[in-house]
């Protein structure tokens, strides 16, 4: 028995000590005190192997794309067609012709509005969102909602934090052009049980958008699986680089949509009469792209799989245990969002001192956390709070450091008390 | 960076008992300010008598700078003029922003106790929220105010 606990343990363990060396950033003092990083839902941090690839890459093998005939032109062409096809393996897209290189969620989200949606919208129609969204899932259909009369309709939480199911499904209908999800809650770290919804939304006929934005760093993604139309997420949460980011859209869609931008690489020809279009996913992907950081996203996708989605998810929940056990423990502390599934996300406030002097006081002792609304101000509002704290880890963070961050709150407690 | 700066007694104080806190009923000018990114938010209120702020209160939800400040700002303009009122300002602002600020703490009272914000930049808007409410009050500006 205690031979099979053992090997059950030895299979999902990680060694986080050796993980934490190749994470140079986390090696220093705040404030005179080491570090403890636990910000990782706003941007988690990047191993030494994604720094070198993007310095090597510049160092040797940097030109434009798709268009030199001279060899750092190919190499340059190669690297960053390359990384199309990581990803697209990482997912487990059909093609690579269904992953085009956007600069983040954000942009990948407008682009499904004003491509997807806009064309061929009738005023009235309705895009069907839920009340966990980030921003970013919210703001480009209230946009639409100016350009061409889209009518938001807002799926329901309860005060866990999950999204109401039964009252989604009395929402969708008829004039539903698409249902825009949260894969798992940024501020609240509820994990969607999403596979449900698309299933309700296809017998409907109704696509489907994820943000994936906090799911993808975190757990096994796979779009055959998911049979999402749109998945979304970004880089830098994922130990790649800013500015880069990914819309995966089944090609059958993405052959339908117009360019949603115009310039250079996505066409195939000019002239000053007619422009020929050119093909996925270069026809979304107008201008001179970030090389770099499709190869330093791929080069963290190389890390995260050397480790393991499975491993990584599995570490992450024990340590999203542990500090839900040591935060409720702590006396006037309240952690919003209780889902029963969650991604190691711990949102959380203290009665009668507020998440900004929170942040400040952690800070002072080198703990980093976030604070504020999160872009999730409607979140916000449902619990009738102005902003939380929130604590988010990452396979790198360690027990030890949520005991510092238990310390540095009862710190806060005595410094406010 | 010593967290005793920011967080001196007297601020701590005026946060866990912030002074002339609520509605002013009725008064003679108002206005709102509201930081989002934080989430503060507060509604500055005062009576005037010719040129004089006779009364102040403030009432609203915040971080303790923010909620301190407003309280420590209550006390300090009770009784001025419109126009000590917009010197005092000048001199908060340049003691929460300015490190070699030549202004005389004896002059600033209690209002001191803010200094050790300068050394917080990102908590500047936090103390000076309630400045620049009571300045849209006494101009009687219409749109809610906000220092992010």
């Not at chain 1, 705040?30 to 310095?55: C, F, H, M, T, W």
């Not at chain 2, 930049?121 to 409410?133: D, G, M, Q």
């Amino acid at each position: 028995m205690n031979a099979a606990v053992t090997a059950t343990r030895s299979a999902t363990a990680l060694d986080v000590a050796a993980i934490r060396r190749d994470f140079p950033i986390l090696h220093q003092t705040v404030n005179g005190k080491p570090l403890v990083y636990l910000d990782n839902a706003a941007s988690s941090q990047r191993p030494k192997s994604v720094i070198e690839a993007i310095s090597r890459y510049y160092e040797h093998d940097h030109a434009n794309v798709h268009r030199g005939v001279h060899t750092l032109s190919q190499r340059a062409t190669d690297a960053y067609e390359g990384a199309r096809e990581t990803i697209r393996r990482f997912i487990n897209a059909r093609d690579t012709k269904e992953i085009v290189f956007v600069r983040g969620t954000t942009e990948a989200v407008n682009l499904v509005a004003q491509s997807f949606l806009r064309p061929g919208f009738q005023p009235g129609d309705e895009i069907l969102i839920s009340a966990l969204e980030h921003h970013a899932n919210i703001v480009p259909w209230q946009m639409l909602r100016e350009q061409v009369g889209a009518v938001l309709k807002v799926i329901p939480i309860n005060e866990q934090g999950i999204v109401d199911f039964d009252e989604f499904e009395k929402l969708i209908g008829p004039r539903t052009r698409l249902l825009a999800l949260a894969h798992v809650s940024n501020a609240l770290g509820t994990i969607v049980p999403v596979e449900k919804f698309i299933k309700v939304a296809k017998q409907h006929g109704v696509p489907v958008l994820l943000d994936g934005a906090q799911a993808i760093p975190h757990t096994p993604v796979d779009m055959q699986a998911l049979g999402c139309d749109f998945y979304c997420f970004s880089s830098h949460k994922m130990l790649g680089p800013t500015g880069m980011g990914v819309l995966y859209g089944k090609q059958a869609l993405l052959e339908k949509m117009p360019p949603w931008q115009g310039g250079g690489d996505m066409i195939l020809s000019v002239s000053f009469e007619k422009t020929t279009f050119n093909q996925l996913p270069w026809k979304f992907e107008a201008g001179t792209p970030h090389i770099a950081g499709a190869i330093g996203l791929a080069t963290a996708i190389d890390y995260l799989e050397k480790i393991g989605m499975e491993r990584i998810a599995a570490y992450e929940h024990e340590l999203l245990d542990y500090a839900t056990e040591r935060l409720s423990a702590l006396p006037g502390l309240h952690i919003v969002g209780t889902a029963p599934e969650k991604a190691a996300v711990v949102s959380f406030t203290l009665d009668g001192i507020h998440p900004h002097d929170i942040g400040t006081i952690l800070d002072t002792e080198g703990v980093a956390i976030r604070t504020g609304h999160h872009c999730a101000m409607p979140v916000m509002d449902f619990f009738k709070i102005p902003a939380t704290a929130r604590a988010s880890m990452a396979f790198y963070n360690t027990r030890e450091e949520i005991d510092r961050l238990v310390a540095a709150l009862e710190h806060t407690r005595k410094v406010l008390g | 960076m010593d967290l005793k700066d920011l967080y001196r007694d007297v601020i701590v104080d005026h946060n866990r008992h912030p002074r002339n806190f609520g509605k002013l009923d009725p008064a003679d000018v108002h206005a709102d300010g509201h930081n989002p990114l934080c989430g503060d938010r507060l509604t500055v209120y005062a009576n005037l008598k010719g040129e004089h702020v006779t009364d102040v209160k403030f009432e609203g939800t915040g971080c303790a700078i923010s909620v301190a400040s407003a309280s420590l700002l209550t006390e300090a303009v009770k009784g001025k003029t419109r126009s000590e009122v917009k010197e005092l300002f000048a001199d908060v602002h340049a003691l929460l922003t300015q490190h070699d600020a030549a202004v005389d703490p004896s002059k600033l009272g209690k209002l001191a106790a803010l200094s050790g914000v300068r050394e917080f930049p990102a908590r500047v808007k936090c103390a000076s929220l309630c400045w620049h409410t009571l300045n849209a009050a006494l101009d009687r500006a219409a749109e809610p105010v906000t220092t992010e």
